[in-house]
Each structure stands twice: as structure tokens, then as C-alpha cells.
């Protein structure tokens, strides 16, 4: 899932394991109650651990990107096109 440079550019990057396991939780929680309300519980399941790479690698993503355009923070389009992406 992850290798050593990158979870280095992440701590560098102030990003700790906290905020992925609560983009991770959360984001995991969307999608078990979107499945419930679309009622596809039968057709449809959650790989976790693809799931825990997709946020990971969003992160990364994220924080190069901040990194390379030196920003503080990046805007809300940016973060949800990332996230849509992964």
C-alpha cells in the first residue's frame, strides 16, 4: 500500500495517520449508507483494503500538489476532484 518516501512526505507534509483513518472511516460510511439506501446491499460490496489504498493515495496526491504549487490548503474542487478520482 504505501512505501517509506511517502509516508515521510506525508509526515513532512503535516499529515498524520489520524487524518487518513478519518477520511478513511469516513468515506467508508458514505458509501456502506448510500448502498443501503440504493438497496444494492445483494449486488455490491466494499473492498476495504482498495478502499485504504485509494485514500492513502489520495493524500499523497494531495499534499504533492500542494507542495508543487505551494499552497496551504487545497480549495474544496480540488480536494473532491482528487477524492472522485481515486
Known amino acids: 500500500m504505501s512505501n517509506t ?13 489520524g487524518d487518513i483513518v478519518s477520511r ?13 439506501v ?3 446491499t445483494q449486488c455490491v460490496f466494499i473492498d476495504q483494503e482498495l478502499l485504504k489504498t485509494a485514500i492513502y493515495d489520495y493524500y499523497v496526491d494531495i499534499a504533492r500538489v ?6 496551504d ?13 481515486w
Open 5 to 17: 518516501s511517502d509516508i515521510q512526505f506525508l509526515q513532512n507534509s503535516g499529515i498524520t495517520s
Open 66 to 71: 500542494k507542495d508543487f504549487q505551494q499552497l
Open 24 to 36: 478513511y472511516s469516513s468515506v467508508l460510511r458514505r458509501l456502506e449508507a448510500f448502498i443501503t
Open 38 to 40: 440504493k438497496k444494492i
Open 73 to 85: 490548503k487545497a480549495n474544496p474542487e480540488k480536494i473532491s476532484g482528487y477524492m472522485a478520482y
